[in-house]
Nanobody, 118 residues
Framework: VEVVESGGGLVQEGGSLRLSCAAS????????MGWYRQTPGNERELVATIANNGRTNYAHSVEGRFTISRGNAENTVFLQMNSLKSEDTAVYYCNFDVSGSSWSYDYWGQGTQVTVSS
């Protein structure tokens, strides 16, 4: 299973970015998807997740500014980031929790850099 993110870049404070992520490969179902971020010297932290039933969960720091959504294709997920702040600068990682007939596993993308300039 391969997970690939896109859409990162440089944006000024107050601006917007939309991250995209797609999973490809052999699996039976997707249990959940999410976005995480990491800055140098810090642990990876949750940004937003969306479960198979559509239920979403957000970090308090991004609530009301970020929106996670699924694409029309089940294997895609987006993160719309509005009102960006300098503290949102990080490498953003996409995560897919997928299952096969007798297994389940978390797969991660390679990360995409988001830089918010003040």
């Amino acid at each position: 299973v391969e997970v690939v993110e896109s859409g990162g870049g440089l944006v000024q404070e107050g601006g917007s970015l939309r991250l995209s992520c797609a999973a490809s490969g052999s699996f039976t179902s997707i249990n959940g998807m999410g976005w995480y971020r990491q800055t140098p010297g810090n642990e990876r932290e949750l940004v937003a997740t969306i479960a198979n039933n559509g239920r979403t969960n957000y970090a308090h720091s991004v609530e009301g500014r970020f929106t996670i959504s699924r694409g029309n294709a089940e294997n895609t997920v987006f993160l719309q980031m509005n009102s960006l702040k300098s503290e949102d600068t990080a490498v953003y990682y996409c995560n897919f929790d997928v299952s096969g007939s007798s297994w389940s596993y978390d797969y991660w993308g390679q990360g995409t850099q988001v830089t918010v300039s003040s």
